[in-house]
């Protein structure tokens, strides 16, 4: 209905402004017949010509441009992280904002736009692990397991793999291919991590406790998976050894989520960090 409008207000000021013109050039308009509808419709014409080659073109993009801010605040601003991150660091929200909004701009789909937007959520969440809670970190390693033990439980251990070290590797939509279960605890767990990051609490970091845990942990594993865990040293150099990998590493994070909560806490910001 508003195009319908808008289309009739132009058509009508085109007019007007073609018959100005035409009375402005045309002395006498009923002796002058013939020249005054000449230069009416050479105006129209040529205004009708601008309209369409520029004016619209122009409108239609200032239009779209809104409607993609528009959205973009009633959609993605409302959801998870994205809500969280706009309060607690708003500079963060923004560089998310504008890569998503100039992807959809450029005639991405919402789901291009938003793989676009997620290794800069990414970076940001890992900036922020320094200074967050136990309580998050947990809920971040957990949901980072939890994912890395779907893929493999069903056989796909390189996407296992991928999950843990290489995700670029992987299919743009892998994300929507997860249950939704899973989408729902990671937007959780990285809510608590900028909550939390965003109190500016200072939080258990203990180096030497950390690398003491680390060779515990590190000789269970070799207990029950032999010299392959030194694989996981250099993961992206054994493309071949993806299964063993994910495996090792899936019981590598088991082990320290079974830690005491201050302990996994000091281990998992080490772990993060580095």
Do not use: C
């Amino acid at each position: 209905m508003s195009e319908l409008i808008i289309d009739f207000a132009v058509g009508v000021t085109m007019w007007g402004i073609a018959m100005f013109l035409a009375n402005r050039f045309t002395k006498d308009k009923e002796i002058n017949k013939a020249k005054y509808y000449t230069i009416l419709v050479i105006v129209i014409t040529a205004l009708i010509t601008f309209n369409n080659t520029y004016v619209q073109p122009k409108f239609n993009e200032w239009r779209n441009t809104n409607n993609i801010d528009s959205e973009f605040e009633k959609t993605v601003a409302k959801m998870e992280p994205y809500a969280t991150l706009r309060t607690t660091f708003p500079e963060d929200y923004n560089k998310i904002k504008d890569v998503i909004i100039n992807s959809l701009k450029a005639k991405d789909t919402r789901e291009q736009a938003y793989q676009k937007g997620r290794p800069i959520l990414l970076n940001i969440l890992m900036s922020k692990i320094k200074i967050s809670s136990d309580e998050a970190l947990t809920s971040l390693a957990k949901v980072f397991v939890d994912t890395a033990n779907y893929f493999y439980s069903k056989g796909q251990a390189d996407f296992a793999f991928d999950v843990i070290y290489n995700q670029k590797n992987m299919p743009r939509n892998w994300y929507d291919s997860l249950p939704k279960e899973f989408i729902d605890a990671e937007a959780a767990a990285d809510k608590q991590i900028l909550i939390s990051a965003a109190q500016s609490e200072v939080y258990n970091k203990d180096t030497d406790k950390a690398n003491k845990i680390f060779e515990r942990i590190a000789s269970e594993l070799y207990a029950e998976h032999g010299d392959k865990v030194e694989l996981i040293q250099t993961p992206l150099a054994h493309p071949d050894k993806k299964q063993e990998i994910a495996k090792i590493t899936i019981d590598f994070y088991n082990k320290i989520l079974k830690l005491p909560e201050t302990d996994r806490g000091i281990v998992l910001r080490q772990l993060f960090a580095n």
